[in-house]
């Protein structure tokens, strides 16, 4: 990684925003993307209780993806479909799989989502990324391809290579490279691991 630009991009978006994504110039920017009421609103709807009730557990995903403004507009009604079509068992199935993924088997419940949106051809990065964000925001992140392959390419990460087709190994690889820019850059940058990655995104 190319620590060098990270300073510089730190030190370009702090001459604007001083108080980083606390400065008053910004705050309208949070606001719009609203992430506060959905972390609220999918910590609430997505509790180990509510990953009993299959319904319950589609009905939140509904919202939480379509309230995002991180998720492309021509991503959520095609998830909207995809939820619509599920039968019983396979909201049985969802409802287990987003419980893995929230609460154990991280892993088991990533591919378990991918391998149910990949029969339905929607197996698409902001769709499986986007209720693990929102339940935990400083914990998971939130792989938008277009800002990713501007931070890879431009802070010259060659450890990592960027693939549309989602998979366990690139998101933990590119967590961890969030996690070390995290370390790097002053806190005021990363209240959530998307403003830090959107910080990125505006100043490389």
């Not at 509904?62 to 079509?85: D, Y």
């Not at 599920?86 to 199935?93: N, Q, Y």
């Not at 986007?130 to 501007?150: C, D, G, H, I, N």
């Not at 370390?183 to 830090?196: E, G, H, I």
């Amino acid at each position: 990684m190319n620590r060098e630009r990270l300073r510089q991009a730190e030190a370009s978006f702090l001459q604007i925003y001083p108080q980083g994504f606390a400065d008053p110039a910004i705050v309208a920017l949070r606001k719009k993307h609203n992430v506060d009421r959905l972390v609220r609103f999918t910590r609430d709807n997505l509790t180990r209780v509510h990953c009993a009730r299959p319904e319950a557990v589609t009905s939140a995903l509904l919202k939480v993806v379509s309230r995002s403004s991180l998720v492309s507009r021509f991503e959520k009604p095609r998830f909207r479909e995809f939820l619509a079509s599920l039968g019983s068992d396979d909201k049985a199935a969802l409802a287990y799989a987003v419980e893995q993924r929230l609460y154990g088997r991280r892993r088991q419940g990533f591919e378990q989502l991918l391998g149910m949106l990949q029969h339905h051809k929607l197996a698409k990065w902001a769709v499986i990324s986007a209720a693990p964000f929102y339940f935990s925001p400083r914990r998971e992140v939130f792989v938008k391809p277009t800002t990713v392959k501007r931070i890879l390419t431009q802070l010259e990460v060659e450890d990592l290579d960027y693939s549309p087709s989602p998979s366990w190994e690139f998101y933990t690889g590119f967590k961890n490279l969030i996690f070390e820019i995290r370390k790097q850059v002053n806190p005021s940058l990363s209240p959530t691991n998307a403003a830090l990655t959107g910080f990125l995104m505006m100043s490389l």
